[in-house]
Every structure is written in structure tokens, then in C-alpha cells.
């Protein structure tokens, strides 16, 4: 018969393993420990000389115009970029410090770990850029889309520029989470469901609500090639001499006062022009 393994021997050995495997991992976490507290260090002023740097080259005069966007402006924050760049380049490197002390504690698990955490920030960093430039550029089609609809004397010009704006916001940000490595799949055929029931309300009712103004708008395209200021004309019953034409309206100057009548009446009524 077989004599069972005496149990001291066994807690003995278990303990000795245990002991060796201490005194074999003090040494590496002392050296981890070295090795963090350099990198703290060196991201530390590697930062605060980046910092510096930009601030003298006038980097942050980016970050005041995305200060002046009017979403910012309601977030009550103050975007200075030479901070925000300063401080990803100090967790970066520092990141990378952190990567060489978890590879000498000899942790497969841990180094797994802080590797994937490395290999992510690169793809944050660009899906923040992509995010900046995104706001930039929304905003700038927002001041676009206001201005010509002022042009037109199109209602509602600053709405329809808040509307351009967070559409090409929301394009954006689902760009920067794929950038970023997210799954955007679901989220864009919402925003694809969304957006075409916006449009087609938006369409609908803006075209009944401003039937007669673009009526006069694209009538001002046929006006302008007939009529022109100075001329004196009559047009349902008022004679008068033309001192204005706009996009949408033309103004004659009677006897007694001045009428403005709508650019679409001079394609319905019978107008008379005198040489």
C-alpha cells in the first residue's frame, strides 16, 4: 500500500515556493517601482515644456475661436489647447513607462492589459482632433448657411443654420467613435432614421409655410433681367417709378407714398412699363 505524503512536507514545500517566489518578485517591484517613478518624472517636464512652447508659438489663439462656438459658450468651459496637448503627450509617455514596469513584473495579465490601454490612445487622440476639426469646420457651414438664408431674406435663417450645425456635429462624432474603435453601427441607423423623418417634416412644412416667399425668390431671378430701378411702371392699378428690388419684393415710389409689392405679382398681373 501506497503511504500518503506526510502534510508537513507538503505546507514546508508550499511555504519555501512561496518564500522563493517572494524574494524573486521584491527585486522586480522595487525596479517597477523605479521605473514608474522616472517616467512620472519625465512626463512631467516633458509636459510642462510642451506646455510652454505652445503657449509662446501662440497655439492656444485655436482653442479661442472653438472657445467663441456657441455650444462651447453653453458649456461654461474654456478650451486652452496647449493644456489638453500638454497633457496627453505626459499620459502617453507616461503610459509607456507604465508598459515597461508591468513587463518586468513578469504579470502576463497586467502587461495585457496596460498594452491595450497604449494601443487605444493613439486612436483617442486622433478621434479628438477629428472631433476638433468637426466643430471647426460645423461651425463655419453654420455662419454659411445663415448668411445666404439672410441673403434671401429666407425666416428662421438662424434655425436653419443651428440645424446644419448639429447635423454635420453628429456626423462628426459618430466619425470620431469609429476612429476611436466603438461600434457606430447601430447608432448611425438611428441617426439615418432620424434625420430622413426631419427632413421630410422639416420639407413639408417649411414648403407650405413659405410657399409665396420662394415663389418671390426664384421670381427675383426673372425680375432682375426685366425690370430694373428708375424705370416707371403700372402694375394692378399703381404707377410708380422703381427705387428698389430685392429677392423677394419691389418698391415703387408714387405720387404719395412708396409700395412694396411682391416680385411673384409680376408674374400674375399684367404689368405696364413706360418709356
Request: net charge positive.
Amino acid at each position: 500500500m501506497k503511504e500518503l505524503p506526510n502534510l508537513s512536507d507538503i505546507l514546508l514545500a508550499t511555504l519555501t515556493k512561496l518564500i522563493n517566489q517572494l524574494i524573486e518578485f521584491v527585486p522586480r517591484f522595487i525596479f517597477a517601482a523605479c521605473i514608474l517613478l522616472i517616467g512620472y518624472l519625465v512626463a512631467k517636464g516633458l509636459a510642462m515644456v510642451i506646455k510652454k512652447i505652445l503657449e509662446r508659438v501662440g497655439f492656444d489663439k485655436v482653442g479661442n475661436k472653438l472657445n467663441e462656438i456657441s455650444i462651447v459658450k453653453q458649456l461654461q468651459t474654456e478650451i486652452k489647447l496647449s493644456v489638453v496637448v500638454s497633457q496627453v503627450v505626459y499620459y502617453f509617455v507616461l503610459l509607456g513607462f507604465i508598459t515597461d514596469a508591468a513587463r518586468t513584473l513578469g504579470v502576463g495579465a497586467i502587461t495585457g492589459l496596460v498594452e491595450k490601454l497604449v494601443n487605444f490612445v493613439p486612436q483617442l487622440i486622433v478621434a479628438a482632433i477629428m472631433l476638433q476639426i468637426g466643430v471647426l469646420v460645423s461651425e463655419a457651414i453654420k455662419n454659411a448657411v445663415v448668411s445666404v438664408c439672410k441673403s434671401f431674406n429666407v425666416p428662421s435663417a438662424k434655425l436653419i443654420g443651428n440645424i446644419a450645425f448639429a447635423f454635420f456635429l453628429v456626423i462628426t462624432v459618430i466619425s470620431a467613435l469609429g476612429q476611436a474603435g466603438i461600434n457606430t453601427e447601430l447608432l448611425e441607423s438611428s441617426f439615418n432614421l432620424i434625420l430622413g423623418g426631419i427632413i421630410l417634416a422639416f420639407g413639408v412644412g417649411y414648403g407650405f409655410a413659405s410657399r409665396d416667399l420662394l415663389a418671390n425668390i426664384l421670381s427675383s431671378f426673372y425680375a432682375k433681367t426685366r425690370y430694373r430701378e428708375g424705370q416707371n411702371i403700372k402694375i394692378d392699378g399703381i404707377t410708380g417709378v422703381i427705387t428698389d428690388i430685392d429677392n423677394t419684393s419691389i418698391t415703387l415710389k408714387t405720387e404719395r407714398s412708396s409700395t412694396v409689392i411682391p416680385l411673384q405679382s409680376l408674374q400674375s398681373k399684367n404689368v405696364e412699363i413706360f418709356q
